[in-house]
């Protein structure tokens, strides 16, 4: 069993719509939840951490964690072809180590 | 401030043939990485280290892969012999977070070294 899950889409939404993704560990003792987001062709870049569950605004982004159920999300209101990349989900393990998932497309049309 | 620099961007090679990555972290970042990522999938660590130690290596193929990091700060991934299924971005990544501290997780990546393996 893969320790973090995403559906790998692409998830399409119209620009200005909200886009949701998903994500589920497999870890109960993880802690801490972060959202990459990778552009094609260049290196992850850090978006948003939770640690505590509820919700996590950021601007246009609301990271929401739920322990009990072991799932993550990613909320981006107001979508904008801009934020049309991959977004990774990563949980922190051993050592602090993130484990990532493989990531979900997202794809903003105009 | 200086970001995560790795060399080469690009490396194209015969199978059977050595390969080296280098990576220099950011400026006063104690952790290092060394990832492993296959198009359409995740990073995959591969090794991380504290300072000079290997702190987790056991996703690194010890058989044909090995890795350094002198001194503390820059370091080199090696595949000797390099294989079909190496090709792959190999990304290095730094932060300045500590084993059993709570983090923000926030690893700054490299561009990453490209390997095609022929």
């Known amino acids: 069993q893969k320790e973090v899950e995403q559906n790998s889409g692409p998830l399409s939404v119209p620009e200005g719509a909200i886009a949701s993704l998903n994500c589920t560990y497999s870890?109960?003792?993880?802690?801490?939840f972060f959202w990459y987001r990778q552009y094609s062709g260049k290196s992850p870049e850090l978006i948003m951490f939770i640690y505590s569950n509820g919700d996590k605004e950021d601007g246009r982004f609301t990271a929401q964690l739920n322990k009990a159920s072991q799932y993550v999300s990613l909320l981006i209101r107001d979508s904008q072809p801009s934020d049309s990349a991959t977004y990774l989900c990563a949980v922190n393990g051993r050592y602090s180590t993130l484990t990532f998932g493989k990531g979900t497309m997202l794809l903003v049309s105009p | 401030e200086a970001g995560v620099v790795q060399s080469p961007r690009y490396k194209i090679i015969e199978k059977k043939q050595p390969v080296a990555f280098w990576c220099n972290p950011i400026?006063?970042?104690?952790?290092l990485y060394w990832y492993l990522q296959n198009l359409g999938q995740g990073p995959e660590l591969l090794i991380r280290y504290e300072n000079e130690e290997a702190v987790d290596d056991s996703q690194l193929p010890k058989d044909r892969f090995s890795a350094e990091r002198l001194k503390g700060v820059d370091s080199t991934l090696k595949i000797q012999p390099a294989e079909l299924g190496d090709s792959a971005v190999y990304l290095c990544?730094?932060?300045?977070?500590?084993?059993?501290?709570?983090?923000?997780?926030?690893?700054?990546f490299g561009e990453g070294s490209r390997l095609t393996v022929l």
């Open positions: 400026s006063g970042h104690n952790t």
């Open positions: 990544a730094s932060s300045a977070q500590h084993r059993g501290q709570t983090n923000t997780g926030e690893l700054f």
């Open positions: 870890d109960r003792g993880s802690q801490s």
